[in-house]
């Protein structure tokens, strides 16, 4: 499967495009901005990226999960052409595409008919308490083939996967139905949703996702690190392990939704050793675009208070930090780590060794968060990453 490769930069277009706060500020439409975009797709393939994954795309009424048509390219970002050509773009530089599926929710103006929202005894169901989101009604057959029609569209255009929103929110046999319609067609495609909790490896099992968002890895990463904890994480990655006897995880240290992880971090020394984590254990692996050059930006519970991790890109890109570079490129020399077994070899407060294995070979990440040198008592094979504050 090429998603044993995939390492996907991921990006919020809306922001990243610097377009207005609303669809309806838009004072002329459209704006071709996606061409800002494809100006990066070189930075993403020089950073050892293989594919491009969008945030939302669709005509929406603001943030772009708020959704009024998926048939149609949002016009603060451009058309339809301006569309095939990102993807054309992308596809001539061997990079692959996903689109940010948001199928739980709906805007108040969705285009859709209203008979599809889901009712309860004071009304029209909203999304987690956001009254202008309201939650399409998936036992309807009409909203599953709504569903499969809007995939198979985008996937006609060239687009290569999805992720799916909210997919936590949505009862796994909609997933499963609707993917098994869209893989008769596209038996390639891939898709993963998004669970911040739950039992993940049951979710995938019944929905047929071929992969699940890993926010418990995420967690466990950045607040191992703060703490000086490294056995929160020897937890997380024995969990993480277990996952792999039913799915490969999609794994980050930043994403659309969360503080960035210079600014999650105590100290911006360790955002290393949380990128060394990342690249060097099982999953499909994703760099938060702007992460690669230390941005800040704190995630806030406010109107707007996504606004710090969502910004707006310069015309071209700098230059990003190497060690990404550097361990992404670890990553790409060793595709075997997309399955890897990852074992603790030694465990303290502030250091740990972990070894991941598979198909007869295996590396093994020596981390140090303290201010003193460390000896691991262990030998250490050839094929070893050693980083250290």
């Excluded at 490129?329 to 997309?338: A, E, Y």
Aim: aromatic content about 12%; charged content about 25%.
């Amino acid at each position: 499967m090429w998603t044993d490769h995939a390492i996907w930069w991921h990006v919020y277009p809306l922001g990243f495009t610097g377009a207005e706060r609303a669809l309806a500020d838009l004072t002329d439409e459209p704006h071709h901005r996606f061409g800002r975009l494809e100006d990066w797709l070189d930075h993403a393939i020089e950073l050892g990226c293989s594919g491009l994954l969008l945030g939302p795309v669709f005509a929406s009424e603001t943030h772009g999960y708020d959704t009024i048509d998926h048939f149609r390219i949002d016009p603060r970002l451009g058309t339809d052409e301006d569309f095939d050509q990102l993807v054309a773009a992308a596809h001539a530089r061997g990079l692959r595409v996903a689109l940010d599926g948001v199928f739980n929710h709906v805007a108040r103006s969705f285009a859709g008919p209203h008979e599809w929202f889901r009712r309860t005894d004071e009304g029209l169901a909203s999304f987690e308490g956001h009254e202008h989101l309201v939650a399409l009604d998936h036992d309807l057959p009409a909203v599953r083939q709504y569903v499969v029609d809007v995939m198979t569209h985008w996937m006609a255009r060239g687009v290569d996967a999805w992720r799916l929103d909210a997919a936590y929110a949505v009862p796994a046999s909609f997933w499963r139905d609707v993917l098994a319609e869209v893989r008769a067609r596209y038996p390639e495609a891939w898709f993963f949703g998004e669970l911040i909790h739950g039992d993940y490896a049951a979710y995938a099992q019944e929905s047929t996702l071929d992969s699940i968002t890993q926010y418990e890895l995420w967690k466990a990463i950045w607040s191992s690190l703060n703490d000086g904890n490294f056995y929160e994480l020897a937890h997380a990655v024995e969990r993480h392990d277990q996952l792999l006897d039913t799915f490969v995880p999609q794994t980050f240290v930043g994403n659309h939704d969360v503080t960035r992880i210079a600014s999650q971090l105590s100290d911006e020394r360790h955002v290393g050793h949380a990128v060394a984590i990342l690249f060097t254990i099982a999953g499909v692996p994703s760099v938060y675009a702007g992460d690669e050059f230390g941005w800040q930006g704190v995630k806030e519970d406010r109107e707007g208070g996504d606004d710090a991790i969502r910004q707006q890109f310069p015309d071209k890109p700098g230059k990003p930090d190497p060690l990404y570079q550097e361990l992404i490129g670890v990553r790409r020399r060793n595709p075997w780590l997309v399955r890897a077994r990852t074992t603790v070899e030694h465990l303290s407060n502030e250091a740990v060794a972990l070894k991941s294995s598979a198909e007869g070979q295996s590396l093994t990440l020596l981390l140090n968060v303290s201010d003193e040198p460390y000896h691991f008592p262990l030998e250490v094979p050839p094929h070893s990453w050693k980083l250290t504050t």
